[in-house]
């Protein structure tokens, strides 16, 4: 059966300190791999996502970027953390036009 | 842009009740639609998949309906239990995406009390 891990669960980190948030799925391959934010009053956003290892699209333009290194692994990185970058980050995979299963997520706060 | 509506909100009801949450969505024009739950503070757990050929799906207690004419679709909770408190999540894979880009809406938050 496939799963899927993020890491860490949570995190504390001031402001214009570095990020790197990392997703690895199991049991399948292949995968298009997401990462999603889910701020406080707000509904899920989509900010990358990948059909291929190297192959990243940005839904939104902001200060993170994301990288596949793997074919299983995501991870979504800042140079420069800001206020506005808290939330609750959450990492899924799918086949295409298939059913998108999701990871347990990051509770990232930064002061 | 497609965008997902969910009505109500916040709903609070006894354990017992036959429960109905809506979704709606602007563009007819959908590979499939899938209902969520999360729980305070995890990731999403998929509930049931609707393809866009498909009317229904039923998993349990759950029953999801699909009318992709009219842009909407229900997901039926079959006598609530207080285990199924919880935020229930719509989302919608656009026809026009190759890639199974969700559009979610903000969701229902359910409390079921005993």
């Known amino acids: 059966s496939q799963t899927i891990h993020q890491w860490p669960a949570t995190l504390v980190q001031p402001v214009g300190s570095p990020l790197s948030l990392e997703c690895t799925v199991e049991?399948?391959?292949?995968?298009?791999l997401y990462w999603y934010r889910q701020a406080a009053g707000r509904g899920l956003q989509l900010l990358f996502y990948?059909?291929?290892?190297?192959?990243i699209s940005s839904e939104v333009p902001q200060n993170l970027s994301a990288s596949r290194p793997q074919d299983r692994q995501f991870i979504l990185s800042s140079k420069k953390l800001l206020l506005s970058d808290s939330g609750f980050y959450l990492c899924a995979w799918s086949h295409p036009q298939d059913e998108q299963f999701f990871g347990p997520g990051t509770r990232l706060t930064v002061l | 842009k497609q965008e997902v509506t969910q009505i109500p909100a916040a709903l609070s009801v006894p354990e017992g009740e036959n429960l109905v949450l809506n979704c709606s969505f602007t563009?007819?024009?959908?590979?499939?639609l899938q209902w969520f739950r999360q729980d305070p503070g995890k990731g999403l757990t998929s509930l049931l998949l609707?393809?866009?050929?498909?009317r229904e799906q039923t998993s349990g207690r759950l029953n999801a309906s699909l009318d992709k004419s009219s842009g909407r679709s229900t997901l039926y909770i079959a006598a609530s239990q207080p285990g199924d408190s919880a935020t229930y999540l719509c989302a919608v894979a656009d026809r026009g995406s190759t890639l199974g880009r969700l559009y979610f809406g903000r969701g229902t938050q359910l409390t079921v009390w005993p």
């Open positions: 990948s059909v291929g290892i190297g192959q």
């Open positions: 563009d007819s024009a959908i590979y499939n």
């Open positions: 609707i393809q866009s050929s498909q």
């Open positions: 049991g399948t391959s292949n995968p298009n």
